[in-house]
């Protein structure tokens, strides 16, 4: 069970970093 807690962990920070990712370049765009 804690070996899939830590893959959850890595799947949601992996998540929250591409997203911070697209919202960067879609900022740039927008400026």
Known sequence: M???KR???ILI???I???D???NTVG???S
Request: charged share 30%; net charge negative; with cysteine.
């Open 2 to 4: 804690k070996y899939v």
């Open 7 to 9: 893959e959850y962990e």
């Open 13 to 15: 920070s992996s998540l």
């Open 17 to 19: 970093f591409s997203f």
């Open 21 to 23: 990712r697209c919202a």
């Open 28 to 30: 740039h765009y927008d």
